[in-house]
């Protein structure tokens, strides 16, 4: 990947919205008439409205996972939830076709230079829907798909129809059936067999509406050899009520295909993140998340991988961090199904002011399998007194030849490292900046440059004024 | 206690109230503990059963006894005494020894003089209850169960009459260990052993709990509570031997309640029972107290073990450290869960965990669930959790020495244990340990289990 100019962040650059008039607005509340809404609206098929309606019934039948899961997530009232906004746009293939308001939302986050720089191709959510949506000519050619999941369920239903729902089934968490009730908007990506897109696809997502709840749904599929870099950013500006983002994203890697997903989500800090994401990978498939969470008042998202065929490969890549205020419970799910298979989990969080970072994790190896490996690292950073981090593996393993090995550790900036970079100059903030990014550094080095410079200004900004 | 008496006790389960309150109203003890038992008997009434998805009982499978089944034990015979008598010799250099079969005291060797009048206590509970009531007051009952088996717990305070306290009071120090014996031997009986120990400010000593059972054909069901208090410095051993029959279920809770320069040192050996849940806790209170605890489980067949631990730091600059390994035959399981809690206030913890696998069948199943919960930021704590089986470069080099791969197994699995076994620090225990292990090993053909040397030469 070619070198590019850093890019400007500012921390206050998200922190912005505009009174959009909405020309869909579905109100607050979630009933069958909310479903029949949404799919009027977006002009859906039958099938597509029944399968939002039993989602609805699961989502209504299921308890919240209260039994482990942080007390917070009783203050979710979903009667106040908007479950669907928009303009009533199709996403628009030139930028100038925009509409103003969400064209100068992403001007401000700067989405198109980034676009001309570097990415194959973009796509641009504003609120519920798609607002733009480019890939390069030459990859078009090559018949990689890369569109809003709605438009992705209109035009290739029988590849969608093939994988949607499948490697996360509704039931599978109160938030997944939400989801499933009221999904719109998330990407749609295809990739033909042997095609190796070798620069990154990306997708911006961005909550404008107050009280409203953003249900994007994202299926990227693999075909046998080919390659694909998916990158994803978030961001909300701060309202006085809280805001919620449940997210489903299902990743296919046919055999020998490799995919690998980047995330970095600075949600402003009353949006509540409660995202599900998995992947299947076949034979010689390899998955990657690489996900950075900064911001939200509660995130709660373990991306999985379900290592289905022989030497497939799984990793998930993860920094946290948690400042006032915030909750990051994140963390990895391994679920290895085939002979052969390997797995790893890196996983660092930074705790500062009085912010909470949790990790859970899951390790399956069953008896029929042999010759399986996983390797967990867990790191934790704490930087003042009253912040806290918690972890929380899970390990299973019976099998042939299988071995896990977990190890995590907790520590603090070490005094002696403050006190040198202070003797050379540095203020005790920027020391404490250094120290932090220095702890991050590894794994910040495998983003790409883009995100990773991103994430490290994004670090500098929480840790100003952190210290004392 | 006369037959006929016992005879209608035994009408009904222990999981039943007319077996609780005929228990309570042939019961000798004074008012004030049948009170409290009727209120443990009114609180496990209304806790319900642990269900495995429970998060304290997370992956624990074999939750399939029924509690009617089991009975409060008929009077042992003299046949049965003199066979348990003959049986506890596990540690022959000791301070003392009390034996108890099916609840009941059948054997008490005097503590010498010396101790006695320095007030060290050694005896079951029932007789210092008569004798030292306010020192069993101090600490019967003051301890709780946090991880899980709260029902359990309740059920042992209603029937509990056996078991025993030691009490070793300041600045006494005893190099020989106590030791106790807890032999299992009526058809479906079920214990309640209470254990309780108790070190006064710079004390020092050790204890040796052993439970068994007497025949290996019967069922048996025992729930243990063994409390351990530390007074500032005191520095106390216990060591438990849990080798129970495999058709018997058995618990045992047990907490450790530490002040401040205290050295505690708890270590387990699991070989018995069907299914057996091991809860320990350790309350740290007190600046500077180092906390060891350790164990090893060798399991087989159907067996399960469930451990679950928590090591809370609630003062500062404290050490605590554990380490459970656990080797894995047949289609056994274990589960260990096990969580470091640091409170705001205690900074300067070192606390550490470790739990090691080592799975010797395809079929066995380990399943590690190690946590932290830290508040503090000015602390260094970490846990650890490996899965494997033994090495396969390693048996290669054993084999090119010319040892055979039985024997090398054999070798490489007692290296394993080695490290836990040497830390119950007693030359005869360890060897006699180390007989009872090699006795579990020996009823199989350990040339069955993993590693499948002559696969790898394929790879």
Known sequence: MSQTEAIDIDRDKGNFRYDVKYQYDAGTGLTEDTIDYISEAKGEEQWINEFRKRALKVFNRMPMPTHWATKDLENIVFENIRYYLSQGQMPSRSWEDVPDEV??????????????KFLAGVEAQFDSEAAYSHMKDALEKDGVIFVGSSEGLKKYPHIFKKFFGKVIPTNDNKFSALNS??????SFIYVPPG??????LQAYFRINAESFGQFERTLIIADEGSEVTYMEGCTAPKFETSTLHSAVVELVALKNAKIQYITVQNW??????LVTKRAWAEEGAEVKWIDCNIGSRLTMKYPGVVLKGRKARGEVISIALANDGQHQDTGAKMVHQADETTSNIISKSISVGQGRSTYRGLVQMPDHLKGCKNNTECDALLINTNSRTDTYPAINVQGNGNSVQHEASVSKVSAEQIFYMMQRGLS????????????????????????????????????????? | MSTEATAVQNASGVGDSASFERHLSLSALPEKWKKWKSEYWEKFESLPLPRNRDEHWRFAKRIDFELNSFQLPEPVSDENVAEALSRSELVTDRTSRIV?????LVHQEPIPQE?????????????????KPELVERYLFQESTDLGSDKFHALHNAYSEGGYILYVPKNVEIDAPFVT?????????????????AGGANSRFSVVDVQQSLFEDREGFSCAVGNVFAEEGAKIFRKTIQNFNTRTVSFQLDTNNVDRDTAVRGINLNLGSRRARFENEVRINGAGSDVKLYSLTVSDNDQEFDQRTLQIHNAPNSVSDLLYKNALMDESRTIFSGLIKVAKDAQGTDAYQTNRNLLLNDTAQANSLPGLEIEANDVKCSHGATTGQLDRDELFYFLQRGISKMVAQQLMVFGFFEEVIEQFDNEELEENLRGLIRGKFEKKQLDAVAPKLDDSNHD
């Open chain 1, 268 to 273: 402003s800090n009353n949006v509540f993140n």
């Open chain 1, 103 to 116: 064209k100068q939302t992403f001007e401000r986050l700067g989405i198109p230079e980034q676009e001309r």
């Open chain 1, 428 to 468: 005790e903030g920027e020391a404490m900046s250094l120290a932090v990014n220095g702890f991050v550094n590894d794994l910040v080095r495998q983003f790409p440059m883009e995100y990773s410079v991103e994430l490290k200004r994004l670090i500098d900004m929480e840790m100003e004024g952190s210290v004392g």
């Open chain 1, 181 to 186: 009730a009221v999904f719109s908007g998330g």
């Open chain 1, 195 to 200: 095609v190796k897109v070798s620069q990154p």
């Open chain 2, 100 to 104: 108890f079969v099916d609840n009941q």
């Open chain 2, 115 to 131: 101790l006695v009048d320095q007030g060290v206590v050694f005896m079951p509970i029932a007789e210092a209850m008569e004798k």
């Open chain 2, 181 to 197: 014996y807890h032999w299992q031997a009526g058809p479906g009986a079920a214990l309640f052993p209470h254990i309780l120990v």
